[in-house]
C-alpha cells in the first residue's frame, strides 16, 4: 500500500472547520484513501472513504486532488469530542490481493479547543 | 450490543504466564483483523481471518502468538510465555467484506508485569 504523510499535530477552535491534510503521492489507481480516528484510550473508529470523489457522510467530508496525490478531511464545526488522533490510510483490493488490511501511520493529533 | 466486543477490557498477567483475549465481531461479518498498539504508536496488524481460516498471519511477531476462528465468529488471541514486551493495547476489527470498512472493538489492554 501506498505510504501517506500527515503533519504531527493541528489545533482547531471549537465550532470552527476543521482540514486534516494528506499526501500519499505514490497512490495508485486501485486505491482507496481512508481515515480513522482514534480517541484516548478507545479502538479506532472509522470515518469515511473515498476512491476519486468527494464523499460526505453524516462525520465528514473527504476531499480527493484530481491527480489523488493528496486529500483533504473536513470536520464542519469542530467539537471538543473531535479531539484525538487522525489517521489517513491507502489501501487497496486488487483481485487475489493480500492489501485488505489497514496499515496505520502516527496519524496527526487535533486538538480542538474551546 | 451491534458493535465489535472484546474480553476482557484489561488484563494483568505474569511474565511467563499464558493468556487468551476474546473478540466477538459484529454478526455476519465474515473477515476479522487482530491489531496491536503500544503508546505512541499506531495500530500495527498482526493477523486477518476470512471466515475460519487465517488469510495472512505475517504480522505475528514469533511463535508465541496464535490465533484462532474455528467457526467463523468468534476469534481468540493466543499468547504463550508471556513477555514485557509483550504489554500493548490489543485491537480486535470485523468487515462484513474483505473490501468494506471496518470496524474496531475498544481493545484490551494487555500488562505484564
Known amino acids: 500500500d501506498a505510504k501517506t504523510t500527515q503533519p504531527t499535530s493541528m489545533d482547531c477552535a471549537e465550532g470552527r472547520a476543521a482540514n486534516l491534510p494528506c499526501n500519499h503521492s505514490?497512490?495508485?489507481?486501485?486505491?482507496?484513501v481512508y481515515w480513522y480516528r482514534q480517541i484516548h484510550s478507545q479502538g479506532p473508529q472509522y470515518i469515511i472513504h473515498g476512491l476519486k470523489n468527494n464523499e460526505t457522510n453524516e462525520m465528514a467530508s473527504l476531499i480527493i486532488t484530481e491527480d489523488r496525490k493528496s486529500s483533504t478531511l473536513i470536520l464542519p464545526h469542530a467539537t471538543l469530542r473531535d479531539t484525538a488522533v487522525y489517521y489517513c490510510?491507502?489501501?487497496?483490493?486488487?483481485?487475489?490481493?493480500?492489501?485488505?488490511?489497514?496499515?496505520f501511520g502516527k496519524g496527526t493529533l487535533l486538538t480542538v479547543n474551546p | 450490543g451491534a458493535g465489535v466486543s472484546q474480553t476482557p477490557s484489561n488484563k494483568v498477567t505474569e511474565k511467563g504466564k499464558y493468556v487468551e483475549l476474546r473478540c466477538d465481531p459484529i454478526s455476519g461479518h465474515t473477515a476479522l483483523y487482530w491489531y496491536r498498539q503500544s503508546l505512541g504508536q499506531g495500530p500495527e496488524f498482526l493477523i486477518y481471518f476470512q471466515g475460519t481460516g487465517a488469510a495472512d498471519d505475517s504480522g505475528l511477531p514469533n511463535d508465541r502468538f496464535f490465533a484462532v476462528r474455528p467457526e467463523g465468529s468468534v476469534s481468540t488471541l493466543k499468547i504463550q510465555r508471556t513477555e514485557r514486551g509483550d504489554s500493548a493495547m490489543y485491537l480486535c476489527?470485523?468487515?462484513?467484506?474483505?473490501?468494506?470498512?471496518?470496524?474496531f472493538g475498544q481493545g484490551t489492554r494487555l500488562t505484564v508485569v
Open positions: 505514490t497512490i495508485s489507481g486501485n486505491e482507496y
Open positions: 490510510i491507502v489501501r487497496g483490493f486488487s483481485s487475489g490481493g493480500s492489501n485488505y488490511k489497514l496499515t
Open positions: 476489527a470485523s468487515s462484513l467484506r474483505q473490501d468494506a470498512e471496518a470496524f
